[in-house]
């Protein structure tokens, strides 16, 4: 009984309430009412206006995250793979550059050569070498000379595989190599490898007129090695207890963590 109560009150309010703006609209009280109430929704309206489109453009960015995070990754790799193309173009022109040097000096002097990669280096205290890759295959045998830079000696060949060979860098403990300290006159000696750091040269004359800054080269003495070739510099001047002979240090001109091409020299009856 209650319910139907209710239910019949409130369709009465509703027929009342259509009936009165049935009422106003043909009255002309509709102009009043409709400016008074766009008057007072009007702000309302424009905040959820703005606020639709701000939702709007968040939803679209929303939707475009996942071509945003694709396009990123791909740009990514591109600038990667751009790099990596300049680092390999970089390092040819290096190489080529290096090459040709080299090329004009072994051409300067009638030299038999083969040039050959630094393939791999030794990081041990007590050895001082380094790996390249050429071999016997290619004419090499142990006890060339290997240079860099037009003629500056770094070492001699070791053992020689097939077709890949070992370099003893001239500053390793167990190098030794005859050389002549080009001074005011010619001083020949013994020159060894120092701490894998400096060259000593040993059995020098007492009276060999030798001073700091003069050039250590080979000696015609060593086998398969022609002379002339610059090994380095002289750092220091020493004298031995007995008086009877003196000894240098020299420094290598040679930047032997910078090595990447190097030339061997082969003999000269070689083909």
Request: charged share 20%; glycine share 6%; hydrophobic share 45%.
């Amino acid at each position: 009984m209650a319910r139907r109560s209710l239910s019949f009150k409130i369709t009465l309010g509703a027929i009342i309430f259509c009936g009165l703006i049935f009422l106003g609209y043909y009255s002309g009280l509709t102009r009043y009412s409709s400016s008074l109430l766009i008057s007072i929704f009007n702000p309302l309206i424009r905040a959820s206006s703005h606020l639709a489109d701000s939702l709007g453009d968040f939803f679209s960015i929303y939707q475009n995250q996942d071509d945003i995070i694709k396009q990123n990754d791909f740009l990514k790799s591109e600038l990667i793979s751009l790099a990596k193309k300049n680092a390999v173009l970089s390092l040819v022109q290096k190489e080529n550059e290096i090459l040709k040097q080299e090329l004009q000096f072994v051409d300067e002097y009638k030299y038999n050569y083969v040039v050959a990669r630094v393939v791999g280096r030794s990081f041990d205290f007590d050895k001082n070498y380094f790996l390249i890759d050429k071999g016997a295959r290619h004419g090499l045998s142990v006890g060339l000379p290997v240079t860099m830079d037009q003629g500056l000696v770094v070492g001699r060949l070791i053992r020689v595989e097939e077709n890949i060979a070992e370099v003893r860098l001239l500053t390793d403990s167990e190098s030794q190599i005859a050389v002549t300290i080009i001074g005011e006159e010619g001083s020949a000696g013994l020159a060894k490898g120092e701490h894998n750091i400096n060259l000593r040269i040993e059995m020098l004359p007492k009276e060999a007129k030798i001073a700091i800054g003069d050039l250590v080269v080979t000696s015609n003495l060593n086998l398969n090695t022609p002379p002339g070739l610059v090994l380095g510099r002289v750092q220091k001047i020493e004298f031995s207890d007995n008086n009877l002979w003196q000894s240098a240090v020299a420094e290598p001109l040679v930047d032997y963590s910078n090595l990447s091409l190097v030339t061997i020299i082969l003999p000269a009856n070689s083909q």
